[in-house]
C-alpha cells in the first residue's frame, strides 16, 4: 500500500490510537512530520576486529559461545553474567550486568552479535548491546531519535521504516533538478532514505547537506521576500529633510566625524528621503560613536515636520542620552522630552500632551515609549539603541496605530556575519567600523584571583591622577539577590581600603531608578570616585574619565559582554586599563581571557565568541532574535547559509522562479510567509 505524505501517522501499519498519541506528543501527525523528525546520531554497528580496536572504544563484534554462562549475583537485582566467546581468532570474556535473563539465550556452541566497551588488557567486551544470532541479521547503523522517553527507540524505528516503505515515490520534491545536480545533493526520497537508515556515515554527510540547504534556502527566500515586498509594496514616508540645517547642526558638534559616522549619516539621510520605510541595523563597535550618527538622523527627520523616537533598554542610558542630545539639539531650536517609568503622573500626562499634538519633536526613553497611550502626532524615525527585542515590538506597536515610521536598530556588540544574515536577513545592514581619533587602546590584563592586592595599587595610581575607576562585582549563577550581596560586600570591602582617600560608591539593579540615577550622576560628575557595580553599568554609560576597570569572575562573562564591559573605559583620550580576574578552568576560559587580552576589537572579539560558545548564548536567551532551525546551524553551516543566501537573491530575480512548475514549492513556501502579500511577520 502506498500512502500520500499528508496522510495521518496512524494510516502506518502498526500504529494503533495509543502509538498515534504518542508520536502527537512528539508534535508527529503527519508522515511527512515523522520523516523530518531527524535522528540526532546513529549507533554504529559495523564488525570490527579487536586486534585494531583500541583499549575503551566501543566494537561490535560476532561469536561463537564456548562456556556455559556464569552467573554472580550481587544483592537485589543485581548480576553479573559471563560467557566466553570465539570471534575469529579471539577468545574473548564478554560480561553482562544485571541480565541474567540472557542466560537460555547463551548455551553453549550459539552464535550471538554482541556490542560494547572493549577492555583490551583484560579482552573483556562489557556488553551493552546483544542480538541473537550472527551480524547479518541487524543493520550497520542505526538511527537514535530525540524521544524524550515517550516511546521506545525499537518502535519509532519500526514506524519510520514501515513508513519510509509506504510512501516510496510519494515526496514532492522542493528542489529542483538544477540545484540538486549543482550542488550534488540527492533527491527528496533518497535523502530521507540516507539520514534515517544510513549505509555508511558518508551517507548521513550527503543527506543532511540536502536537507541543511533546503532548510537555509526556505530561511532566506523568505528573508528576502520579506525585504522585497517592503520596499515594494510598503508605503513608508518620504522624509524631505532641510539639507543645510543637518550641514549646520554637524559643523556645530564638538567634534569631526569619523570617516565611518559620514558614511553611516549618508546611507542613513539617503533612505531617510526615499519612500521605502527604513528598516535598518546599525552595528557598530563599543565606543565607535553610535549615538551621535542617531541624533543626526533624527534632527534630519525633525527638520522635516516630523518626530523622532529614540529607546534605550535602561533608565540610566535613556536619561544620558537624553542629556547628551538635549545639549546638542536644543540650541539647534528642537524640544526633546524624556519619558521613562519613574516619571511621575502629571509630567507624563504633560508630555503626551505635548507629544500628541506635535509640541515635542524628539522623545527618549526607556520601553516606556511602547506603551499604548504614547501617541506620536507625526512619527518619522524611531531608533532603537542597543536591544533590538524592543524594535521589533514597538514597530509592531506603531503600525498597529496605523503608523509607518523609518525604524533603525543600533546593536550593543558587533554581530557576527552569519548570525546577522540569520536573524537580521530581512533587514539592510550599516556600519561603523572606525573608532574615534585619538583613542587609545584599552591595555588589558588577566590576573589570577589572588591578585588583587597589587590591582588595588595601579587603581589608586589612576585615582591619584583625578581618574575614576569601575568594579565589575562577581556574578554568582543566575541569582540576582547573591550578586547584590557580593556587590554590597565588594562595596564595603573597598570602601575601608580607601577610607578617607577616595569615595566608593555602590550600584546595583535593586536599587530604587532615583537612586540609580542620582549615583549614576555623582559618578558622571566626579563626586564618586571607585563606582562598584553589578553588571547593570554593561549597556551603553558614558563617563570619559574613568580609566581603570576591574572585573571579578571574569570567566563568568561570555566575551562580547566582556567586551561591553570593557568598553565604559577607554572613553576619552588617556590610556585606560582594564583587569579582569578570574582562575578559569577549562581550556575554553583561558582562550577566551588570552582573547581579551590580545584584542579590542569587537568584531574580532564577536566571531570568537560565536566560536567557543555557539549562537544560542551569543545573543542571551531572552532577547535572542535567532530564529530556530530544525536541521541546519547557522554558526557551523556558515558556507551553506551563504552559498543559500546569494541563490535566494538570484533566483528571486530569475524567471524560473516565477514561472517553473520545478520551482512551485519553493515558490508557494514564499507566498505561505506572507512575505508577498504584504501581511509581514516581524
Ligand atoms: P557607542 O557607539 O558605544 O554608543 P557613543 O556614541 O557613546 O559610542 O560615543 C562614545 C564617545 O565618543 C562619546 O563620548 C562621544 O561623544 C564620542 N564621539 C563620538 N563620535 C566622535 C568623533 N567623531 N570624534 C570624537 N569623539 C566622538
Ligand atoms: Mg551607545
Not at 518626530?307 to 540650541?331: F, K
Request: aromatic share 6%; hydrophobic share 40%.
Amino acid at each position: 500500500m502506498t500512502l500520500s505524505i499528508h496522510d495521518s501517522v496512524t494510516t502506518i501499519k502498526g500504529v494503533g490510537k495509543a502509538a498515534g498519541e504518542q508520536l502527537e506528543a512528539l508534535g508527529v501527525s503527519t508522515l511527512q512530520d515523522l520523516f523530518m523528525t531527524f535522528p540526532y546520531r546513529h549507533e554504529d554497528f559495523r564488525l570490527k576486529d579487536l586486534t585494531e580496536t583500541p583499549h575503551n572504544e566501543r566494537v561490535t563484534i560476532e561469536g561463537r559461545v564456548e562456556s556455559e554462562p556464569s552467573i554472580l549475583f550481587l544483592g537485589k537485582n543485581r548480576s553479573r553474567l559471563q560467557i566466553r566467546l570465539l570471534a575469529g581468532r579471539h577468545l574473548v570474556k564478554a560480561v553482562f550486568f544485571n541480565q541474567h535473563y540472557l542466560k537460555e539465550r547463551l548455551s553453549l556452541g550459539t552464535i550471538v552479535t554482541v556490542t560494547g566497551k572493549w577492555d583490551r588488557g583484560r579482552q573483556v567486551i562489557n556488553v551493552s548491546n546483544f542480538k541473537d544470532g550472527p551480524k547479518t541479521d541487524q543493520a550497520d547503523f542505526e538511527p537514535v531519535y530525540s524521544l524524550k522517553g515517550v516511546m521506545h527507540q525499537k518502535t519509532f524505528r519500526r514506524f519510520m521504516r514501515s513508513a519510509l516503505d509506504a510512501a516510496v515515490g510519494q515526496h514532492a520534491e522542493s528542489l529542483p533538478a538544477d540545484i540538486r545536480e549543482m550542488y550534488r545533493l540527492p533527491a527528496i526520497g533518497n535523502g530521507l532514505e540516507m539520514i534515517h537508515f544510513p549505509t555508511s556515515p558518508a551517507d548521513v554527510k550527503h543527506a543532511r547537506r540536502r536537507f541543511v540547504y533546503e532548510e537555509l534556502l526556505m530561511f532566506q527566500l523568505k528573508m528576502l521576500g520579506m525585504k522585497k515586498a517592503r520596499k515594494e509594496a510598503e508605503k513608508g514616508v518620504a522624509i524631505d529633510y532641510d539639507l543645510a540645517k543637518v550641514k549646520t547642526f554637524i559643523a556645530a558638534l564638538p567634534f569631526e566625524l569619523t570617516g565611518a559616522q559620514k558614511r553611516v549619516v549618508n546611507e542613513l539621510c539617503g533612505e531617510l528621503k526615499s519612500p521605502t520605510r527604513m528598516n535598518r541595523l546599525l552595528q557598530g563597535d563599543v565606543g565607535s560613536g553610535k549615538t551621535v550618527v542617531a541624533a543626526i538622523a533624527l534632527y534630519a527627520a525633525i527638520t522635516a515636520g516630523f518626530q523622532g523616537a529614540l529607546m534605550a533598554p535602561t533608565e540610566i542610558l535613556a536619561e544620558q542620552h537624553a542629556s547628551t542630545l538635549a545639549e546638542w539639539l536644543e540650541p539647534h531650536g528642537i524640544t526633546v522630552a524624556f519619558l521613562a517609568g519613574s516619571t511621575k503622573a502629571k509630567a507624563r500626562r504633560d508630555l503626551l500632551e505635548k507629544l500628541e499634538s506635535g509640541e515635542v519633536d524628539l522623545l527618549i526613553g526607556t520601553h516606556a515609549l511602547i506603551q499604548p497611550d504614547v501617541i506620536f502626532k507625526n512619527p518619522g524615525l524611531v531608533i532603537t539603541d542597543e536591544q533590538h527585542r524592543f524594535g521589533v515590538e514597538q514597530r509592531r506597536v506603531l503600525r498597529d496605530k496605523g503608523l509607518n515610521p523609518d525604524v533603525l536598530f543600533m546593536t550593543a556588540t558587533p554581530i557576527p556575519r552569519t548570525l546577522a544574515i540569520t536573524a537580521f536577513g530581512e533587514m539592510d545592514v550599516s556600519i561603523l567600523d572606525e573608532l574615534p581619533a585619538g583613542r587609545k587602546l584599552i591595555e588589558t590584563h588577566w590576573l589570577k584571583e589572588d591578585s588583587l592586592l597589587p590591582v588595588l595599587r595601579k587603581m589608586e595610581n589612576e585615582l591619584s591622577a583625578g581618574r575614576q575607576a569601575y568594579v565589575i562585582c562577581p556574578l554568582i549563577e543566575e541569582s540576582d539577590k547573591l550578586d547584590v550581596q557580593n556587590a554590597v560586600d565588594v562595596h564595603s570591602q573597598l570602601s575601608t581600603h580607601f577610607s578617607g582617600k577616595y569615595t566608593v560608591g555602590l550600584m546595583h539593579g535593586r536599587l530604587h531608578s532615583d537612586d540609580k540615577d542620582a549615583i549614576m550622576r555623582d559618578f558622571s560628575e566626579g563626586k564618586i570616585d571607585v563606582l562598584v557595580s553589578t553588571t547593570v553599568v554593561e549597556v551603553g554609560v558614558n563617563v570619559p574619565n574613568a580609566t581603570f576597570m576591574l572585573i571579578y569572575d571574569a570567566t563568568r562573562f561570555g566575551l562580547a559582554q566582556l567586551h561591553q564591559l570593557r568598553g565604559r573605559v577607554g572613553r576619552g583620550a588617556e590610556q585606560s586599563y582594564c583587569v579582569l580576574l578570574a582562575d578559569p578552568k577549562t581550556e575554553e576560559g583561558k582562550e577566551r581571557m588570552q582573547t581579551m587580552t590580545e584584542t579590542n576589537d569587537g568584531f574580532v572579539l564577536a566571531e570568537k565568541d560565536l566560536e567557543l560558545r555557539g549562537a544560542g548564548d551569543f545573543f542571551g536567551k531572552k532577547q535572542s532574535g535567532m530564529p530556530e532551525f530544525k536541521v541546519a546551524d547557522p554558526v557551523h553551516d556558515y558556507r551553506a547559509l551563504e552559498t543559500a543566501r546569494k541563490d535566494a537573491e538570484q533566483l528571486l530575480e530569475s524567471r524560473h522562479f516565477w514561472e517553473d512548475q520545478e520551482y512551485a514549492i519553493l515558490r508557494s513556501h514564499l507566498e505561505e510567509s506572507g512575505a508577498l502579500s504584504g501581511d509581514r511577520i516581524d
